[in-house]
Each structure stands twice: as C-alpha cells, then as structure tokens.
C-alpha cells in the first residue's frame, strides 16, 4: 500500500480538485494559490510540481502519487533534506524543469528582470520531455513592469508548462492576471483540527497541541515551526513579552524595549518585514485584552500567557487597549509609506 499523503492539514478540495486535473489530464497553465501564509501553499504547490514532473507517477484507489524513484522525484527528495537542514539550497539548482521565483531579501518587490529570468528558463525545452513548472511566491509583490511581463506569457502559454502563483489575496494581483489562471482558496484550519494533527501526527502532550493550536491562528504549518523552531518560537514570545511590558513601562522605558527591538544591523526591507512580523504579533495580543475583557476566553490566541494578559487588561481601560489596537493598524500604513520602522515604533510607544 502506498504510503503518500497530499501534504495538506484540512483543505481537502485543494487536493482533490489538483488530484482529478492530473488523472484526468486537465492539467491548466496558470493557477493561483491564495490564502493566509502556512497553510501550505508552497508545499502543495511543490508536491504538485513533483507529481507534474514524475516519469512514474502512480495512480491508485482514485488518488495519484509520485513515485519517488525516478531521477525527477529524487531531486525533489533531495532538495526537500537539504532545505530541513539548512535552507539555503535554491531547487532551480537543484532541477532544471522546476524554478521558484521569489522577492530579492533586500529588495521591496519582485523585479522585471526576475520575471525575465523567470520567463527565459520556463520558456527552454524540458530535460524529461515533460513539463517545465514555476512558482512565483508572493507574487503580489510583483511590480508594474514585473506584472506586465508576465501577462504576455500568460497570453501566450507555452504548451507544457505550468506557472503557480502564491498570494495571500487574489485581489492583490491585476485582474488581467487573475482572469487566465484557475483560482484555489486555502481557508484557515479550524483549531480542533489542528489539534489532533499535532497530537496525533508528531505526538505532542495535549496541553502543548492546545497552546500551539490555538497560537497559529488557523495555520498548521506555523504551529509545526513553532514545534520544531525554538528559536522562531523564542523570538514570538520574545515580542509578546516586549508589547506587555510597553503596557506598563514609563515613556523612557516603552523607548528602551523599542530600541531592544531593532538591531542597528538591520536595515531597508529586512527592517520593514521584521517590523511588520512584530506589529502582527502585538494586535494578537491587543485582541486577545479585549477578548478576555469580553469574556470569550474560548477563542484568545495565547492561551498560555492568559493570566499576564489578564494582568495588563487589569492595568488599563478599555478605551486604552481600543487606543492601542487602532495605533498597531496604522503604524501598517506608515511602513508602507516607508517611514522608518524604528519612527514607527517610537509613535507607537508615544500614544499607548
């Protein structure tokens, strides 16, 4: 019996629906996989692609596998042990019929010049005669010219070759884009699902599936990294503490646990996605004060900081913590007007 699994937590339409494309050999050029970050897009995305990409692909009781065997899958496989220990390996080294584009670490979108290289290596003859398949991700951070360059090649498809875009928001990309590709919808998982995943599939203790099924807000992949990462984890806690401990600082305080926050080494958009990975983290727990004020306690998100949260909604009006929240949302706006994330923060800290 074959041991293969879509790797999907819930979102079984997903694979359904890319399971019947393939068997049925209605395979489309053009798809867009949207949804919230870790839900395993990519992750589809890419087991598709191997699947798309085997010279030995087996169909068996209405469901379809790769075979893990043939020179294709073994470099998917490859790349899959080399990316778990140290991510660095970029798999368009790695199979000459697969690319994943994705935003320079310094750069604030992805360039033409990207989408060009992009386009030129889909466009070459596939090694296996099969297909050629490329990943854009977060392909909302096309630019203008960047976009309008794919957009020729979506009207004019290639035959055997497959382009997956992965947003958060359909709507972020041109309708032009949108209306020649074949939408898919990754929804958030509910937190019982969740929960059983991790206790049944990695063998989390109970109260541990429960913290972190509650803490990834629908996103299994995320409660897998905080699983698996201590480091990320350590560096969300660390973040959340730093926003309880703004609540009850004086302004030189809330100053000091700002300039914590940033390394001097950090700077132009890595300073931006850090920023905005923080302000994420402080609404959570923004809303969670205001959950526990009104007594839903079934649905706040760090369970397992509950009674410090209770502590700062103890602390502070309701006005207060609405003040608060309404400041997280536009400090958003202030980054995408590129103002200093550092500013950002320090105008946080002057109108808590």
């Avoid at 819930?10 to 890319?18: D, H, T, V």
């Avoid at 085997?54 to 496989?77: G, H, M, R």
């Avoid at 392909?139 to 498809?157: F, I, R």
């Avoid at 698996?228 to 004086?250: M, P, T």
Wanted: glycine share 4%; proline share 2%; aromatic share 8%.
């Amino acid at each position: 019996m074959n041991t293969h699994k879509w790797p999907l937590v819930a979102n079984n339409q997903i694979s359904e629906y890319l399971k019947k494309s393939l068997i049925n050999n209605r395979v489309g050029g053009t798809y867009i996989f949207c949804g919230p970050d870790n839900l395993g897009k990519t992750t589809v995305a890419r087991y598709f692609a191997q699947i798309v990409l085997c010279a030995k692909a087996k169909v068996q009781e209405n469901d379809l596998y790769p075979c893990d065997t043939c020179s294709s899958c073994k470099k998917f496989i490859f790349d899959n042990n080399i990316s778990k220990s140290s991510g660095q390996k970029n798999m368009s080294d790695v199979h000459g019929d697969f690319h994943i584009l994705k935003k320079e670490k310094d750069r604030k979108d992805i360039s033409v010049e990207q989408v060009r290289d992009f386009i030129r290596i889909l466009s070459l003859s596939s090694f296996n005669g099969r297909y050629k398949v490329g990943i854009i991700k977060h392909a909302d951070k096309l630019n203008q010219s960047g976009a309008n360059a794919l957009l020729k090649t979506l009207e004019e498809p290639k035959k055997d070759t497959i382009i997956i875009l992965i947003v958060q928001d359909v709507e972020s990309l041109p309708a032009t884009i949108v209306s020649r590709s074949q939408i898919l919808h990754f929804r958030p998982v509910k937190a019982e699902i969740i929960y059983e995943y991790l206790v049944d599939v990695y063998g989390v203790q109970r109260e541990k599936a429960r913290d972190l099924s509650r803490l990834c807000q629908g996103r299994p992949a995320l409660a897998v990294k905080f699983l698996e990462n201590k480091d990320f984890y350590d560096f969300y806690n660390n973040k959340v503490e730093a926003l309880l401990d703004i609540f009850s600082a004086d302004i030189n305080g809330r100053f000091a646990i700002i300039d914590a926050l940033f390394d001097k080494k950090i700077k132009g958009q890595e300073a931006v996605v850090l920023a905005s990975r923080i302000l994420e983290i402080w609404q959570g727990v923004t809303r969670d004060c205001l959950l526990l004020i009104l007594g839903h306690k079934h649905i706040v998100q760090h369970i397992y900081l509950q009674d410090k949260i209770k502590r700062t909604r103890r602390e502070h009006t309701v006005m207060e913590i609405v003040k608060m929240s309404k400041t997280l949302s536009s400090a958003y706006g202030f980054l995408g007007a590129n103002v200093a994330p550092r500013l950002v923060f320090e105008n946080i800290a002057l109108n808590i």
